[in-house]
């Protein structure tokens, strides 16, 4: 897994600006969070999906797993961190479908409830249609692009006709007319003060020719 971003964990810098810097990298549809205690041989990671979703987790240690994985590993006050970009790999231990909203989260920090309940989304509908519509809800990753990226909002423009990728020509094609306005009046104006007697001798020569009477 390639590292992201790592650094330390501290009263100061504490794992709610960890998980707010997971939630902000909008263009890693996937991201997994390595955490480490200082003071115990607390290790394990934490599953993110696009959208801010915590996902699950697993202890390294005692392979636990879920929302007291989560827990356990998001109340690490002093430690180090890295954030993962899993790429293709498939890491379904460290998912339990949790769909916790990282916000939530962060406002409970720096002590989580003793059950997810109180962090789970209140909205059945709104739950069932994530999992229906993700199947990385059980993050198999070993797809380009998975089904749940396909509901968070893209990170690139890939409608050839989204307005992102059109370039409005109107401005450049109306200096471009003026140019040519601007030319043609300047050589108007040139052939006028130095042809100006010829070029009417001629005028009124052709219109004779063609028989109009002047």
Known sequence: MDVIVEGKITPEE????????????????HAILRVTCADSDLQGRVAF????????????????????AVKKLLEVRKGNYAILDPGRTYVP???QSLW?????????????????DDLLDHNPES?????ENSPIGRIDIKTDR???AMSAPATTVEDVKSKARQLDLSGAKTVQQLGIYAVAAVVGTYIAI????????????FLTDMGVSL
Do not use: W
């Open 194 to 205: 130095n042809y100006g007697s010829d070029l009417y001798f001629y005028i009124i020569k």
């Open 100 to 116: 916790i909203k990282g916000e939530k989260v962060i406002d409970r920090l720096p002590h989580l409830p003793e059950t997810v």
């Open 14 to 29: 504490g794992i709610d600006e960890v998980i707010q810097t997971v939630i902000d990298l909008k263009a890693v549809q």
């Open 93 to 95: 231990e460290v998912n």
């Open 146 to 148: 998975s089904e749940d």
């Open 127 to 131: 739950l069932a249609q994530k999992v």
């Open 49 to 68: 999906s696009q959208g801010g979703y915590i996902l699950g987790g697993q202890v390294a240690e005692s392979g636990e797993t879920g929302y007291a």
